[in-house]
């Protein structure tokens, strides 16, 4: 919808542009609403219920079935996983079946070469505590991360264009440190079932905005994002089983469905996706726009990658928008096991993600 698009451009420019230059204030509700949703948010909190499990501990190295051993030996690549339970893995049993080890898995066999994994994501996380999260990544010196954030946020009421600024200056950071950044933006929380309207429609307009605003600061401080969106709306209100216990956060299935989408923005963010994947025109599916419209769009298509042009007097004003083709990972294997194992994926989780 054009005009939903614009209006959204304008709100995620206005929140972009507060959280660079350190304007406070900025809120996206009306004052009226604030004790009816008040009154909603804990009656969703009383039907979704709490999970007891932490979740899986994945890091390790994976894939080097996949290193090519006519080659000399080269040392694994190192994969970050930074965010909320999204990242972490919250709903699922197994350390293969968390996005992190999903992740991992795949990009070893498209680089044919191993990848290890440190995931400091935490249930719960917010934008704010992406510095302490960072800090411990950097130890690792990593070559990718993946930052999956935002949920916590919206629903723990953070102000929107001061979450904004925090997750700029990690991707900042990050890049400054020689690491390429993937940033899978806040998913659109009208799509879990026990939020309810009137609830259900806010929680999906504040969601929508605040994943425009993160894409314009993450192009912005040299990262690309992926739009997590409703990316399982459909099938997490058609098929229970892709739903962790609580009803809220993804099951195994439906985390793999999100690593498929991440997955090859993290390959192309390190020069892995095939060449023809990535041509230099713009084809069907790929888009250039000023970098608050592509945010926007992608916002409303879940899937999509905002990443900016690379070309000589863009800056970075203007951005790609494409929707890849989503693989799916190899089957992840704990670290120290051999071929074999199945895994799942990831999907925006919610809540205390």
């Not at 909603?40 to 390790?60: F, N, R, Y």
């Not at 809220?248 to 299935?253: D, F, I, K, L, V």
Request: glycine fraction near 12%.
């Amino acid at each position: 919808m054009p005009g939903a698009q614009e209006s959204r451009a304008r709100v995620a420019r206005r929140i972009a542009t507060a959280a660079a230059y350190g304007g406070g204030g900025l809120g996206l509700l009306g004052v009226g609403l604030v004790g009816l949703l008040l009154t909603e948010s804990k009656l969703a909190i009383q039907a979704i219920g709490v999970l007891e499990t932490a979740p899986p501990k994945a890091d390790g190295v994976y894939g080097e079935a996949f290193a090519d051993h006519r080659a000399a030996p080269q040392a694994p690549l190192v994969l970050a996983v930074l965010g909320d339970s999204t990242g972490a893995g919250l709903g699922v049993a197994r350390a293969r079946e968390t996005p992190g080890a999903l992740l991992a898995a795949g990009l070893a066999s498209v680089a044919e070469r191993p990848v290890r994994m440190v995931n400091v994501a935490r249930s719960g996380g917010r934008s704010a505590d992406l510095s302490g999260q960072l800090e411990q990544a950097l130890r690792h010196r990593p070559d990718i991360a993946v930052i999956m954030v935002g949920a916590n946020d919206v629903t723990r009421h953070s102000p929107a264009q001061l979450a904004v600024r925090q997750l700029g200056e990690a991707v900042a950071a990050l890049r400054a440190n020689g690491c390429e950044v993937v940033v899978g933006t806040c998913p659109d929380l009208g799509t879990i079932k026990p939020v309810r309207p009137p609830l259900r429609w806010v929680a999906r307009r504040l969601s929508r905005q605040l994943a425009a605003a993160q894409t314009i600061a993450v192009v912005e401080a040299g990262g690309r994002t992926v739009s997590l969106g409703s990316l399982l709306g459909p099938e997490f209100a058609a098929r229970p089983e892709m739903f962790a216990a609580d009803r809220y956060h993804p099951s195994a299935q439906g985390y793999a469905t999100a690593a498929m989408a991440v997955l090859p923005s993290v390959c192309a963010a390190l020069g892995l996706w095939p060449e023809e994947e990535r041509p230099s025109a713009a084809v069907p599916g790929e888009t250039v726009l000023p970098v608050a419209v592509a945010a926007a769009a992608a916002a409303g298509r879940a899937g999509t990658e905002v990443a900016a042009v690379e070309a000589e007097g863009a800056g970075r004003r203007w951005a790609h928008l494409r929707h890849r083709l989503r693989v799916g990972p190899e089957p992840a294997r704990e670290p120290g096991e051999g071929p074999g194992n199945t895994s799942a994926s990831s999907h925006p989780g919610a809540g205390d993600a």
